[in-house]
Each structure stands twice: as structure tokens, then as C-alpha cells.
């Protein structure tokens, strides 16, 4: 048995060849049902995100086999040439195939490092293919340890604890500006897919209340309905800013829709409580000189771009620390998995033990003549423990190196000594 991971991501494979291979999670049973007609695979799953798209499997036999099994049943599931995708497939085997695994679901191997979507994926992926009953013994554990190890990264590191997007950078400015954002209100100038995801995050961290401004009225009416706003004219926004604590401004206009004095005016009707602007357009929206007003706390979006810049910077040694932790538990699950080739060799040699243990007990009993039921349970008690001490050093010794690199030999040796290959045949 062998662990394998067989797919292609964003880093091996362009948008529009992973778009071409993702499955959607209604569709995800018929992939595993192809998968599992080939007899080289003895358990797996399938993720499929707009990212990446990846198989996780146990491979029974050979790899190569089981490797071309996968490659044809993708193919065949998306009426695809191989010749399209199989030059952009990675393949992991062993100890590389559960690194992989874990620093997927730890976010280690994502285009944004940290990014806390990917471990929902990976759970519903892993979560469908049980319902299919497609995972075994050895991949129910390895993904159980993936969740574990991903939760310690989470917990033991600050991988996803600074903004690396301009729309969360904007929210991390504000808090610092404000604190907590409970309650607060915020104000969206034009409409931008930038300015939308602000306002999502700022709503997330409990804004309270939305106002929209567009130069489309019905616009701003459809934008404000989607985040249960409230429109307002475009005219109108100055005089809106005398109640929002938060302002993003991403039209287009060719020319500045907001000046110093407009801004002057404004904080003197807030009665100069802060007001936090983003200015996210380009060319800019708010004059530049609008920070040098008392109060008024001015971003735009070289600004954010440089606290991203800055967060990514400690994520990577935050990644750094997470690979560290991640190199253990690879350690800890080869350990595990090691002893799995153990078991049916121990449960072998005593079957083996005890069968010879019988016989000559038999034997015995026999030639000791008619016995009282108490002397006969006495005989039979001291053969018991006979083998049990016999065999105790050795299945001691034998699951202390199993967790070895070299337990396979050991393991092969015993089997050849006591005649279990022969047996087991």
C-alpha cells in the first residue's frame, strides 16, 4: 500500500485548464465511482477547487499503475485528451505524498499563504468521499491528522493573522483607527469588485449600517439591497459623511470629487469625530491634501498595497514555523503507518504459537492420563503463559522498530523464521 497524490494546481497549470478539470462538490460522487473501478486503488478522494484539482488515494500494487488509472479516469470523466493536462500533473508518493497533504490543508501550498478557505474545502472533499465510502483506514487517518496539524498551525503560528489582500488591509487600517468597528457605518462611493469586498470584510467585523452612492441611482439601489444598505444620490454623499465613520471611494471619475475644504466643512458637521477614507481609484478620488485635516484618517491604494506587502513578509516567517511543525507530523503519521505492516505479522505468529501450543498440550494431556478438571486447567494455564512470555520480547521489539525506517526488515526476517510467508500462502 502506498500513499499517493496525483494533480495540478495554480502553480503547474493555467486558469483555463483548471477551470476545464474542477468538478463541483454535487458532481464529486461520479469522479470517485471511476476511480473506483480500477483495481489500484484501494481508497480515495477527490478536491477539486478553482486553484487546484488533486487526487488523494492508496495505491495497492504499482504506483505507475495506479498513477495511469487516475490520469485515464480524469480524462474519461471530462471527455479529455490526456495529452491536454498530463505534462501540468504532479505526483507524490510516501512520506512527500502526506507532506503535500498537510501543507494543503494548512494553507502552506495556496496562492494566498494563510488563506483559511482552503481547510472548509478540503474537509467537504474528504467529507463526500466517506459518504461515498471511498476512504479507508489509512486515509480517514491520514486527513484526521491533516485537520489536526492544520488547527496547530492556525493556533501555534500568526500565518493568517495579518491582511495580505487590499480589501482586508483596509479593514485591519480601520480598526486600529476605531478598535472595535461594532456599530460603526460606512459609505461606498461608485461600485468597484475592490470596494465591494471592503465592504463585505468591514460588515464582517460588525459594521453596523451601509450607504451607497453611485451616479446610477438604480445601481446604488441594487448594491445597497445586496448588503441590506441604503441608497443615496451621488449629489448627496458629502452630506452623508456627516454620519459615516468609514468612506471607500472607487468611481471613476477622471477628476477629484472630493476637496480639502469639502472636508473641512464635513469634519467640522461631525463636530471632528474621525472619519477613515479609502480611496481606492484610479486616477484618485480624494485630494491628497484631505489628510492634513485634523481627524480625517486618508488611504489609498499605494498605501494599502504597502501594508500587504509588509503582512506578507511576516507570513512567510510565520510560514517558515509552520513548515517546521508540519515536518514533525509527517514523522508522527509514517510512524503510524509503519505499524500497520506489523499487525498482521504479529497476529500471524501467534496464531503460528498457538496452534503448536495446542497440539503439544493434546499430546501431553494425553499421556498424563485422567487428570481432575483443576489440574487440566493448570497445565493448560501454564502453556498460556508459556508463550505469552516467549513471545512478549520479541512483538515488543518487533513494534519498536517497525516505527524505524528499517522495520520492513526485521518484519521480513521474523515472517521467514517462523514460516508465516509459507502459512499465509
Known amino acids: 500500500m502506498e ?18 478539470l474542477s468538478v463541483s462538490e454535487q458532481d464529486l460522487p461520479k469522479p470517485l465511482e471511476l476511480l473506483g473501478n480500477s483495481p489500484e486503488i484501494a481508497e480515495r478522494m477527490l478536491i477539486a477547487t478553482c486553484n487546484r484539482v488533486e487526487v488523494y488515494a492508496v495505491a495497492e500494487g504499482s504506483v505507475e499503475k495506479a498513477v495511469e488509472a487516475i490520469t485515464d479516469r480524469l480524462a474519461t470523466h471530462h471527455s479529455l485528451e490526456k495529452s491536454r493536462f498530463v505534462d501540468k500533473l504532479y505526483t507524490h508518493t510516501g512520506a512527500a505524498a502526506v507532506r503535500h497533504v498537510f501543507r494543503v490543508a494548512s494553507s502552506l501550498d495556496s496562492m494566498v499563504v494563510g488563506e483559511p478557505q482552503i481547510l472548509g474545502q ?20 491520514l486527513l484526521e491528522q491533516a485537520f489536526h496539524v492544520a488547527k496547530r498551525v492556525r493556533t501555534e503560528t500568526g500565518i493568517g493573522a495579518s491582511a495580505v489582500s487590499v480589501s ?28 465591494e469586498l471592503a465592504l463585505r470584510h468591514l460588515l464582517d467585523d460588525g459594521v453596523r449600517s ?79 491634501a484631505c489628510n492634513e485635516v485634523d481627524n480625517v484618517y486618508l488611504y489609498n491604494i499605494d498605501d494599502l498595497q504597502s501594508v500587504v506587502d509588509t503582512n506578507l513578509k511576516e507570513r512567510q516567517r510565520e510560514a517558515e514555523r509552520a513548515e517546521a511543525i508540519i515536518e514533525r507530523e509527517v514523522g508522527v503519521f509514517l510512524t503510524w503507518l509503519r505499524s500497520l505492516d506489523v499487525v498482521p505479522t504479529i497476529v500471524s505468529l ?34 498460556h503463559a508459556m508463550v505469552n512470555k516467549i513471545l512478549h ?21 521474523l515472517r521467514r523464521l517462523f514460516g508465516l510467508e509459507d502459512k499465509d500462502t
Open 3 to 20: 500513499i499517493l497524490v496525483v494533480g495540478l494546481s495554480h502553480k503547474t497549470a493555467p486558469i483555463d485548464l483548471r477551470e476545464r
Open 122 to 141: 478540503v474537509k467537504s472533499a474528504y467529507s463526500i468521499a466517506r459518504s461515498q465510502e471511498a476512504t479507508g483506514v489509512i486515509l480517514t487517518n
Open 168 to 195: 482586508s488591509a483596509a479593514v485591519e487600517l480601520a480598526r486600529k483607527i476605531f478598535g472595535d468597528l461594532a456599530g460603526r457605518t460606512a459609505l461606498i462611493i461608485g461600485a468597484g469588485e475592490m470596494a
Open 210 to 288: 451601509v450607504l451607497v452612492a453611485n451616479r446610477s441611482y438604480d445601481r446604488a439601489v441594487a448594491l445597497a439591497r445586496q448588503f441590506c444598505g441604503r441608497a443615496v444620490t451621488f449629489e448627496a454623499f458629502r452630506q452623508e459623511m456627516g454620519t459615516a465613520d468609514i468612506v471607500i471611494s472607487a468611481t471613476s471619475a477622471p477628476h477629484v470629487i472630493l476637496k480639502k475644504e469639502d472636508m473641512q466643512t464635513i469634519i467640522q458637521q461631525r463636530r471632528h469625530r474621525p472619519i477613515f477614507l479609502i480611496d481606492i481609484a484610479d486616477p484618485r478620488d480624494i485630494d491628497p
Open 350 to 383: 501467534r496464531q503460528r504459537v498457538e496452534e503448536i501450543r495446542g497440539a503439544e498440550l493434546q499430546k501431553v494431556l494425553g499421556r498424563l492420563g485422567d487428570l481432575t478438571p483443576e489440574q487440566r486447567e493448570a497445565v493448560t494455564a501454564m502453556t
Open 393 to 413: 520480547q520479541p512483538m515488543t521489539e518487533l513494534k519498536r522498530r517497525a516505527a524505524l525506517q528499517d522495520g520492513h526488515l526485521y518484519t521480513s526476517v
